[in-house]
């Protein structure tokens, strides 16, 4: 039996054989997303052509150190591929992502891309979503206000600490509220939901987005889901 770096790292690296000389290329974040990142750049190491831009500060530090050629984000246009983890994905691959903290920034990545492919180990694969606490990106001004009207959807909502036991700060500035609704009856309407608060500035529900998930089994076997509608 595969353990579940090795589930992560199957996944990534069979996601990264979907580019392709020429592509321009979203780098997610996570422990799933850095064994893609390892694989595109023996890649590049060995002569494949690409321009990449990352969805975090950690990942943008990764591909440089591993020589992937990064787009300042000023001059980043429409992205062909986009390969990212994830924290819970259901059979429509609408997806819970944040728990790096990263989900803004993936949000906007993937949004600008042609394709975003979701890498994960089995585990990830859920019938329905809440199970993961929903990674909420929140501004720092009047965040009281803001977790009173996460609550009042319904969610018992934790200010995320760092490892000082300081409020954890995203790349942005910003915070992140963790909240949990238990089982997700209606994501999409969630999703609008939230939207619709002052003072969240994006949350983790991903709908409509990932094209396809590509998942590493414990037997060792890759499993691909593709979303239909
Ligand atoms: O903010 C972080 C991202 O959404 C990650 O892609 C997500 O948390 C999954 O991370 P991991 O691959 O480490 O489980």
Redesign the pocket.
């Known amino acids: 039996m595969m353990d579940r770096m090795n589930m992560?790292r199957i996944a990534a690296e069979h996601a990264a054989g979907f580019i392709q000389n020429g592509m321009k290329v979203g780098l997610?974040?996570?422990?799933?997303?850095?064994y893609a990142i390892v694989t595109i750049g023996e890649r590049v190491r060995s002569g494949l052509s690409i321009e990449a831009v990352a969805?975090?500060q950690a990942s943008e530090q990764l591909a440089r150190e591993l020589g992937i050629p990064l787009v300042p984000i000023e001059q980043a246009r429409q992205l062909d591929i986009t390969i990212?983890?994830?924290?819970e994905l259901d059979d429509r691959l609408r997806?819970?992502?944040?728990?790096?903290?990263?989900?803004l920034r993936?949000k906007m990545t993937a949004y600008n891309s042609k394709r975003l492919i979701?890498?994960?180990?089995e585990s990830?694969r859920v019938p329905r979503l809440g199970g993961f606490p929903l990674?909420v990106e929140v501004v720092t001004f009047a965040k009281e206000w803001t977790v009173r009207s996460l609550e009042a959807l319904g969610a018992d909502v934790k200010l995320r600490l760092d490892s000082q036991g300081d409020l954890y700060s995203t790349d942005n500035g910003n915070y992140i509220a963790d909240c949990s609704f238990g089982v997700i009856d209606a994501p999409d309407e969630l999703a609008r939901e939230l939207q619709r608060i002052p003072g969240v500035v994006e949350h983790?529900l991903f709908i409509s987005m990932a094209d396809m998930a590509v998942i590493g089994c414990s037997d060792g076997s890759i499993q691909t889901l593709t979303r239909s509608s």
């Not at 979701?118 to 180990?121: P, S």
């Open positions: 992560k997610g974040t996570g422990s799933t997303a850095y969805t975090s990212d983890g994830a924290d997806l819970i992502k944040g728990g790096g903290g990263a989900l993936e979701i890498i994960a180990d990830k990674p983790g």
